[in-house]
């Protein structure tokens, strides 16, 4: 089993950016993909970023373009970098596996796009 705790939340105001971390409490180098998702109040949770063990990555429509996933497989660390921030991008974000077979969710972190 593998635990996920996520940091690097705030408050940012719109056009800002936002590096936010992941860090696992085991190896990720077997997981086939990680993920970053987030859940806005009143929302589902919703998959917005992915990365595979090869590198490979997938972005959500509404955040193409403007957030940058990466993994570091020696660090057991998954990073998501948030630029050109949009109040609609409020929510808790999340990481887990980027597949149908996911682990515990962590607490998340915060962001909070305002001005």
């Known amino acids: 089993q593998v635990q996920f705790v996520e940091s690097g939340g705030g408050l940012v105001q719109p056009g800002g950016s936002l590096r936010l971390s992941c860090a696992a409490s085991g190896s990720i180098f077997s997981i086939v993909a990680m993920g970053w998702y987030r859940q806005a109040p009143g929302k589902q949770r919703e998959l917005v970023a992915s990365?595979?063990?090869?590198?490979?990555?997938n972005y959500a429509d509404s955040v193409k373009g403007r957030f940058t996933i990466s993994r570091d497989n020696a660090k057991n660390t998954v990073y998501l970098q948030m630029n050109s921030l949009k109040p609609e991008d409020t929510a808790v974000y999340y990481c887990?596996?980027?597949?149908?077979?996911?682990?515990?969710w962590g607490q998340g972190t915060l962001v909070t796009v305002s001005s």
């Open positions: 990365i595979t063990r090869g590198g490979s990555t």
């Open positions: 887990n596996t980027g597949t149908q077979l996911l682990y515990a």
